[in-house]
C-alpha cells in the first residue's frame, strides 16, 4: 500500500483529505498568511490551533496522526514534520515569534509526548528516532528568573536531537541538550547536559552508562 500511494499522489491526496473529513480534524486560525500544509498525510481526531500571523505547519507525505494536538501562538514560527512518520498523542505548544520545530522522516512517536518552544528558539528531532510515551522536551521554562540586581538568567535554549535516537517512556529533555545520532535515553532520565552519539543515558540527571552502541527496533534472540 506505501508503494502504491507513492505512485498514485492524487489517490493518496484525496483519501488523505477523506480520512481527516471523517476522523475529525479540527482547525481553529486566526491571522494573516498561515499556512497549514498537510500533503496527503492521515490526521484521526487531531487538533490545529494558530493565533498569530506567517506560521506554518507542514507534516509529510504518509505520515499517520492520531489524537495529536499542534498549538502556536505568535508570528513567524514553523513546524516541519518529515515524510512516513507516525505519531499518537504528540502535542508541539509553540508560543512567542521565529520559533522552528522539526521531526524528521520516519520517526515514530507512541503516546503522551509534549514538545514546548518558546523564545524564537529550535527544537530539531532527526529521521528514524523512537520516542515513547511520556516523554517531554522544553526549549525555556514558561516563566523568567530573576538575580537581585533585576538581570534575567533563565533564557531559552535550543534542544537538538540526532538521527536514530531511541528515547524512552517518561524521559524529561531540558534545554540547551543536544543528544547524538545512535544513542539511547533511558526510562525516567532527567536529560540536563549533552549526551554524544553512540552512547546509552541513563538516570538524574542523565549520565553515559554505555559507549560504542547502537540500537534496532527489532528483538533480536541470540
Known amino acids: 500500500m506505501k508503494e502504491f500511494l507513492k505512485c498514485h499522489s492524487q489517490i493518496q491526496s484525496w483519501l488523505s483529505w477523506l480520512y481527516r473529513f471523517l476522523y475529525g480534524t479540527r482547525k481553529k486560525i486566526k491571522g494573516t498568511g498561515n499556512q497549514v500544509l498537510l500533503q496527503g498525510s492521515f490526521l484521526k481526531k487531531c487538533k490545529i490551533e494558530i493565533f498569530g500571523d ?51 522522516h520516519n520517526t515514530r512517536v507512541t503516546g503522551r509526548t509534549h514538545l514546548a518552544v518558546t523564545e524564537g528558539k529550535t527544537l530539531q528531532i532527526g529521521d528514524r528516532c523512537l520516542l515513547a510515551n511520556g516523554i517531554t522536551m522544553r526549549t525555556g521554562d514558561s516563566h ?31 534545554k540547551g541538550v543536544s543528544v547524538g545520532r545512535d544513542s539511547v535515553i ?12 553512540e552512547t546509552a543515558a541513563a538516570g538524574n540527571p542523565a549520565k553515559v552508562i554505555k559507549e560504542g552502541i547502537t540500537w534496532d527496533s527489532e528483538r533480536f534472540m541470540e
Open 144 to 174: 523568567s528568573i530573576f538575580m537581585q540586581d533585576k538581570r534575567r538568567c533563565n533564557y531559552a535554549e535550543d534542544i537538538r536531537i540526532g538521527a536514530h535516537v531511541w528515547i524512552a517512556q517518561g524521559v524529561y529533555i531540558l
Open 54 to 104: 506567517d506560521n506554518v505547519i507542514e507534516i509529510g507525505e504518509r505520515c499517520v496522526f492520531q489524537n495529536c494536538h499542534f498549538y502556536i501562538r505568535g508570528n513567524h514560527n514553523r513546524i516541519c514534520i518529515g515524510e512516513e512518520c507516525k505519531c499518537a498523542e504528540l502535542e508541539i505548544w509553540v508560543e512567542d515569534d521565529s520559533n522552528q520545530t522539526s521531526i524528521g
Open 186 to 197: 533511558g526510562a525516567g532520565a532527567v536529560v540536563t547536559k549533552p549526551v554524544p552519539e
